[in-house]
């Protein structure tokens, strides 16, 4: 089955609600919410997390060899990822569909004393840039989260200048991660959907879509046409459960879930083949 694209008015709406649930909680704070009152140990806590769950960020995102490069992040979160770019010497733009984000991004900065371009802005539609205008296009655990996804890789191509980067990250399908949600809310509730509609229910914002490698592939390729185009899946803490459970997943059996949870078998026998982790880096 294909992932789910929605169409026009509609996918607006859904925009709308899918805003709504990033301006209530920006992703990745709670993993810093017991120093809330000290803003620099809430930042250090939230990315000493983050990089030990999403270890493969550095690698992949390379922050370091962005110094003096033009760069955009589009679905910034907590901005764990964009003070990179901006502490490495880009010159750093920064988009995000919620005010909360930007305004945590905004405090970020101003506590380091770095200085980017950071607002409002919908992925689907970079108004605020020019053609051929970035070396380095970065969104990590967004695009597949707006409602027309191959719209926001057509705004990325548009913006980038040729031989300009473009480094995303999706949720893969089939994965550990989203076999888990779908037993959980699927089979385990009587909800006999097919998977990635029972996932897209209960995976963060409303609508997420989890994509094949080859699904992707064909869709990047629809405007990056000819420039090397690398994809990698890779294991994450959505398949190791590793990851600090939400609210709702509170109480000691879901800490015993945790505990017993065969990671090893995860490591060494589904690989990360079966990773959530989906990479794409790809040259226009
Ligand atoms: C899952 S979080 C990821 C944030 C960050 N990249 C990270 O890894 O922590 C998704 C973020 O993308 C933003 N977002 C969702 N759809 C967007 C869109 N169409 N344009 C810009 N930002 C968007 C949300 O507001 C949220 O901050």
Redesign the pocket.
């Known amino acids: 089955m294909a992932a789910i694209e929605s169409p026009g008015a509609s996918a607006e709406a859904l925009?709308a609600t899918?805003?709504d649930f990033?301006e209530q909680e920006?992703?990745?704070t709670r993993n810093g919410a017991e120093y809330a009152s000290d803003r620099r140990r809430f930042f250090e806590q939230i990315d000493q997390v983050?990089y030990e769950q999403?270890y493969m960020i550095p690698n992949f995102a390379r922050f370091e060899q962005a110094a003096g490069k033009r760069v955009l992040?589009?679905?910034?979160?907590?901005g764990?990822?964009f003070v990179r770019w901006a502490r490495a010497g880009a010159e750093a733009y920064g988009?995000?569909?919620?005010s909360a984000?930007v305004a945590l991004v905004k405090e970020r900065l101003s506590l380091e004393n770095l200085t980017a371009d950071v607002a409002t802005?919908?992925?689907?539609n970079l108004r605020d840039f020019p053609d051929n205008f970035f070396d380095i296009y970065y969104?990590?655990?967004?695009l597949m989260?707006?409602p027309n996804t191959e719209k926001?890789i057509g705004e990325a191509y548009r913006v980038l200048k040729p031989g300009g980067t473009m480094k995303l990250m999706f949720y893969h399908y089939p994965s550990i991660g989203g076999a888990l949600v779908w037993l959980l809310y699927g089979p385990l509730h009587r909800d006999w959907r097919w998977p990635r509609e029972v996932i897209a229910d209960h995976v963060?914002?409303p609508a997420m879509k989890y994509y094949s490698v080859r699904d992707v592939r064909r869709m990047v390729r629809r405007y990056f046409r000819d420039g090397p185009l690398e994809t990698h899946t890779l294991l994450g803490a959505g398949d190791l459960l590793t990851h600090r459970f939400s609210e709702k997943y509170r109480g000691a059996h879901w800490e015993l879930i945790q505990q017993i949870y065969p990671r090893w078998l995860v490591r060494h026998i589904a690989g990360h083949r079966l990773g959530t982790v989906l990479t794409i880096h790809v040259t226009k």
Do not use: F, N, P, Q
């Open positions: 925009k899918i805003k990033w920006v992703c990745g983050r999403d992040e589009v679905g910034l979160g907590t764990a990822d988009r995000d569909l919620t984000s802005g919908d992925a689907e969104s990590w655990g967004v989260a707006t926001a963060e914002s």
